[in-house]
């Protein structure tokens, strides 16, 4: 149980498109998820917490207007990077609070390349 | 400060050999901890919760907390090549919005 995935698992866009990518809890309700953002050999950086029903909460120093999330259902946010440009290139990994509510549990992770 | 400490290695051991990895962290208020596996360009997969001190044990794998020293252990008995992989430490208080900090990660590699 408490299985989330990501579509795509990887996407390469040219500069200036916008992408978007699909966190499904796939067998659990989730109310809330998050959006993560890695880069090679470092740690996950949050970059904002999806609540269902209500405007994601972002981080410091996260472009709302550049990152658009949606948490229109208890089972799919959505991440969509606008305008993106070769900066934007990472590995974006969601994650759903899980049915207890006291575990988090991760996506595959999408690898997005901004040529 | 970082509020989260990491070595982030890597660790190399000969298959077999138990492999210890530890997290220190500088907030107090931090009362879940968890550890998480993360192969490759793959999402990272939770191995451990606990909830405040102690000891937790799953298999090969054990769990220590000590709030007093500031400081979480994983322990891997009998490790095996599939183990390979980068470990995160992780903790969250209980206010915050369920906001979790994650520790750099250690790159372990069991050799055969």
């Known amino acids: 149980g408490a299985v989330v995935s990501q579509h795509p698992s990887w996407v390469i866009c040219k500069s200036g498109t916008s992408v978007k990518i699909e966190c499904r809890s796939l067998?659990?309700?989730?109310?809330?998820m998050f959006w993560y953002r890695q880069f090679p050999k470092q740690s996950l950086m949050l970059m904002a917490t999806?609540?269902?029903?209500?405007?994601?909460?972002?981080e410091q120093g996260v472009e709302k207007d550049k990152f658009l999330i949606n948490h229109a259902s208890l089972t799919l946010s959505t991440l969509t990077v606008t305008s993106a440009h070769p900066e934007d290139s990472s590995f974006y990994i969601c994650?759903?609070?899980?049915?207890?509510?006291?575990?988090?549990?991760f996506g595959p992770g999408t690898r997005l390349t901004v040529l | 400060q970082k509020e989260v400490e990491q070595d982030p290695g890597p660790l190399s051991v000969p298959e077999g050999a138990i492999v210890s990895l530890n997290c220190t962290y500088s907030?107090?208020?931090?009362?879940?901890f968890m550890w998480y596996r993360q192969y490759s360009r793959k999402g990272p997969e939770l191995l451990m919760y606990?909830?405040?001190?102690g000891n937790k044990e799953d298999g090969r794998f054990t769990a220590q907390v000590d709030k007093s020293s500031k400081y979480i252990s994983l322990f891997i008995r009998d490790s095996q090549p599939s183990d390979s992989a980068t470990y995160l430490c992780?903790?969250?208080?209980?206010?915050?919005?369920?906001?979790?900090?994650f520790g750099a990660g250690t790159r372990l590699f069991v050799k055969a």
């Open positions: 994650s759903a609070r899980g049915p207890s509510g006291e575990e988090q549990f």
């Open positions: 067998d659990f309700q989730a109310t809330t």
């Open positions: 999806s609540n269902e029903g209500s405007k994601a909460t972002y």
């Open positions: 907030n107090s208020a931090f009362q879940y």
């Open positions: 606990t909830y405040s001190s």
């Open positions: 992780a903790m969250r208080g209980n206010t915050g919005g369920f906001k979790t900090i």
